[in-house]
């Protein structure tokens, strides 16, 4: 389980001053002082799990059409970058081995939110377990969570002891009954729909709670306020500076 989650988790690395999802995120997030970051993973037409949020790869890339599309070597030939800014041109969507062993180098710990594209919710899983089993430091805090609730089954029975984060955007009514299906060591949510009662309703099944995506710190005050215990944020720099020195 988890021995310690901390209050900003860069959200797909430092969205805010990089382009999302690529190395040069991550690496902006360390520099920043962020200890943890989230990722997306999705897979290649062959079955490489890369990170990347979107379903199409137009948002974020030179590519055009879903990801699934695309061998890896082919997505690989996309730039990941200029569309953030051309001093970006250079990234691209990293496989998910690469971002593993960047943030294995600059000593992170891991939020990879299994994202799959529909109809791939157990492949996804299975594929980013196979690469994390292979490659994450022995010890390192890490959770793997999804909206998918079949992707998180796959994770509970391939790698229990690895803790799930069950990702929630509007809560089903049997939302607590999936938590204890899953395993669910948090539930992870959009801060957007919380008030001091469904902050407290989550606590009390015994699971912290992380928000998703606070980029102001008067609202991560109000979060850390209602019991919430750590916020996805796209600028972890930033937020640290504003809150810092304040308990939480
Ligand atoms: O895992 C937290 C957050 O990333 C979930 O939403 O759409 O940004 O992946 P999204
Ligand atoms: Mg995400």
Known sequence: MLSTLPRLIGHRGAKESAPENTLASIREAARQGASWVELDVMLTRDGRPVIIHDDTLDRTTTGRGPVPLLDLEALRQLDAGSWFDPRFADERVPALE??????????????????????????TAEAALAVLRRLWPAGRPLLLSSFEV????????????????????????????????????????????????TVAAYRATGRPVLAYTVNDAERARTMFAWGVTGVFTDAPGRLAAELAGEPN
Request: net charge negative; proline share 9%; glycine share 6%.
């Open 98 to 123: 690469e971002a593993v062993e960047l943030i294995r180098d600059l000593g992170l710990s891991l939020n990879l939110e299994i994202k799959p594209y529909p109809g791939q919710d157990v492949a």
């Open 150 to 197: 079949p992707s998180l089954e796959v994770a509970r029975d391939l790698w229990p002891e690895i803790p799930r984060g069950y990702l929630i955007w509007k809560e089903p009514a049997d939302w607590a009954a999936i938590a204890d299906r899953v395993g669910a060591a948090t539930i992870n949510v959009n801060h957007e729909w919380q008030t001091p009662e």
